[in-house]
């Protein structure tokens, strides 16, 4: 076989989100390698990518909402060097029986569901009253996690019909991080974020992408999917895939759960529907999750057109043919996954990153913060012993 599918190429990335984008710029910029990314997608940036509305101007978040923030200095000002952040801070609020509360549960969410004043003593005396069902066991899933942080009541209220649509998995079954991923305060602290360095990138998602992948030793060829062209390779070029780690081994130990989303996007006839960027909904009578309204991401920029832009979001099990977005991880797919980590060790020249590369429910920031290190520890000594 002949070299022409790397076109020069000294490693190939699969996939351009923010995993493969990070490692492609720094072996481009740090050690001065071609590289080649593809992506089967017909656009960079991986399930980040933003555009903009043709209509309200908007910038879409095609997959969902993507909220920055982090408490890795390291990340935050690599990063810089391709985006300014706004000051967006999140903040974020829950229907529940026609009533809006604000999330994460603190202070003014108890205050408000149980229609009186709490001191933050108050409130921990209750909640640890309301969670004593659970004895001296230590929480092992999701419902007895979130029983053991807010009690059952504000649990039954806020999220078990939302954990119920987002999952349609018994919540028994879930792992207790996923519900770690919202804190709770017992003061009327509202930002939904505890992190350091928050805020959305100025001129969108999409442009951070084009900014890393910039690079004059960077060629990325978008529409080209691994598996079409995995034969064509030369023998032992490096590759990073980061892709669904299933599919990259045939399902060969049975297919891993993940969940997807549908977005049913409507242009409303007003420049404000909900008056804040996401509002969730707790109840299992409304079938979406949550509702987003475009540009309350961004209200540092104009907007003009009256109209604005608002997204359903639904939450459904993902079939080969979708994409996916949030690994399931129950038990069953934790054995699955221990499977296909014996079979990634016999692989040879295949470094495997990302969520979908590592069936792990990674931020943006934790996806940049491997990828940094992978490039320290993999992929710089890797090169740096390689003459050619
Ligand atoms: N969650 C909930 N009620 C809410 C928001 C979140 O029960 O109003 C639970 C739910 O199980 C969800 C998890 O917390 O999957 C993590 O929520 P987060 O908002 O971090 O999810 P993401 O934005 O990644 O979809």
Same mark, same amino acid.
């Given at each position: 076989?002949?070299?022409?599918?790397?076109?020069?190429?000294?490693?190939?990335?699969?996939?351009?989100?923010?995993?493969?984008?990070?490692?492609?710029?720094?072996?481009?910029?740090?050690?001065?390698?071609?590289?080649?990314?593809?992506?089967?997608?017909? %656009?960079?940036?991986?399930?980040?990518?933003?555009? @903009?509305?043709?209509?309200?101007?908007?910038?879409?978040?095609?997959?969902?909402?993507?909220?920055?923030?982090?408490?890795?200095?390291?990340?935050?000002?690599?990063?810089?060097?391709?985006?300014?952040?706004?000051?967006?801070?999140?903040?974020?609020?829950?229907? %529940?029986?026609?009533?809006?509360?604000?999330?994460?549960?603190? #202070?003014?969410?108890?205050?408000?569901?149980?229609?009186?004043?709490?001191?933050?003593?108050?409130?921990?005396?209750?909640?640890?009253?309301?969670?004593?069902?659970?004895?001296?066991?230590?929480?092992?899933?999701?419902?007895?996690?979130?029983?053991?942080?807010?009690?059952?009541?504000?649990?039954?209220?806020?999220?078990?019909?939302?954990?119920?649509?987002?999952?349609?998995?018994?919540?028994?079954?879930?792992?207790?991080?996923?519900?770690?991923?919202?804190?709770?305060?017992?003061?009327?602290?509202?930002?939904?974020?505890?992190?350091?360095?928050?805020?959305? @990138?100025?001129?969108?998602?999409?442009?951070?992408?084009?900014?890393?992948?910039?690079?004059?030793?960077?060629?990325?060829?978008?529409?080209?999917?691994?598996?079409?062209?995995?034969?064509?390779?030369?023998?032992?070029?490096?590759?990073?895939?980061?892709?669904?780690?299933?599919?990259?081994?045939?399902?060969?130990?049975?297919? #891993?759960?993940?969940?997807?989303?549908?977005?049913?996007?409507?242009?409303?006839?007003? @420049?404000?529907?909900?008056?804040?960027?996401?509002?969730?909904?707790?109840?299992?009578?409304?079938?979406?999750?949550?509702?987003?309204?475009?540009?309350?991401?961004?209200?540092?920029?104009?907007?003009?057109?009256?109209?604005?832009?608002?997204?359903?979001?639904?939450?459904?099990?993902?079939?080969?043919?979708?994409? @996916?977005?949030?690994?399931?991880?129950?038990?069953?797919?934790?054995?699955?996954?221990?499977?296909?980590?014996?079979?990634?060790?016999?692989?040879?020249?295949? %470094?495997?990153?990302?969520?979908?590369?590592?069936?792990?429910?990674?931020?943006?920031?934790?996806?940049?913060?491997?990828? #940094?290190?992978?490039?320290?520890?993999?992929?710089?000594?890797?090169?740096?012993?390689?003459?050619?």
């Amino acid at each position: 076989m002949n070299d022409d599918v790397l076109n020069g190429a000294a490693i190939l990335i699969v996939g351009a989100g923010f995993y493969g984008a990070t490692l492609a710029e720094r072996i481009a910029t740090k050690l001065g390698r071609r590289v080649l990314v593809i992506d089967k997608r017909p %656009h960079i940036g991986g399930n980040a990518y933003t555009e @903009p509305d043709p209509t309200t101007g908007v910038e879409i978040h095609r997959y969902g909402p993507h909220l920055f923030h982090t408490s890795n200095e390291e990340v935050w000002r690599y990063l810089r060097n391709f985006t300014d952040f706004s000051a967006y801070r999140h903040r974020a609020f829950s229907t %529940h029986r026609d009533q809006v509360y604000p999330l994460p549960i603190n #202070l003014a969410t108890i205050c408000q569901f149980f229609g009186r004043r709490f001191s933050p003593d108050e409130a921990r005396a209750m909640i640890a009253e309301q969670s004593s069902e659970l004895g001296d066991r230590l929480p092992s899933n999701l419902e007895e996690k979130a029983i053991s942080l807010v009690g059952r009541r504000l649990y039954e209220a806020f999220i078990k019909g939302y954990t119920a649509k987002q999952w349609q998995t018994d919540p028994r079954e879930l792992p207790a991080q996923v519900i770690t991923r919202l804190p709770v305060r017992y003061n009327f602290e509202d930002g939904y974020f505890n992190d350091r360095f928050q805020g959305q @990138p100025l001129d969108g998602y999409t442009a951070i992408f084009e900014k890393m992948l910039a690079h004059d030793l960077i060629e990325t060829r978008l529409g080209v999917d691994f598996f079409d062209i995995r034969n064509l390779l030369p023998e032992g070029v490096p590759v990073v895939y980061t892709g669904p780690i299933d599919r990259y081994f045939d399902y060969a130990e049975g297919e #891993l759960g993940w969940r997807t989303i549908d977005i049913e996007l409507e242009i409303m006839d007003t @420049p404000d529907y909900q008056g804040t960027s996401i509002m969730n909904y707790a109840d299992e009578a409304v079938p979406y999750t949550r509702v987003l309204e475009f540009r309350h991401f961004n209200p540092e920029r104009q907007h003009t057109s009256g109209k604005t832009l608002i997204g359903r979001e639904f939450s459904r099990f993902a079939r080969r043919v979708d994409e @996916p977005y949030y690994p399931i991880d129950t038990r069953r797919d934790q054995a699955t996954y221990g499977r296909y980590v014996a079979r990634m060790g016999r692989e040879k020249n295949i %470094h495997f990153g990302g969520r979908l590369g590592t069936y792990r429910y990674l931020d943006m920031h934790q996806a940049i913060g491997s990828a #940094l290190k992978a490039f320290e520890t993999v992929f710089e000594p890797y090169f740096e012993g390689r003459l050619d």
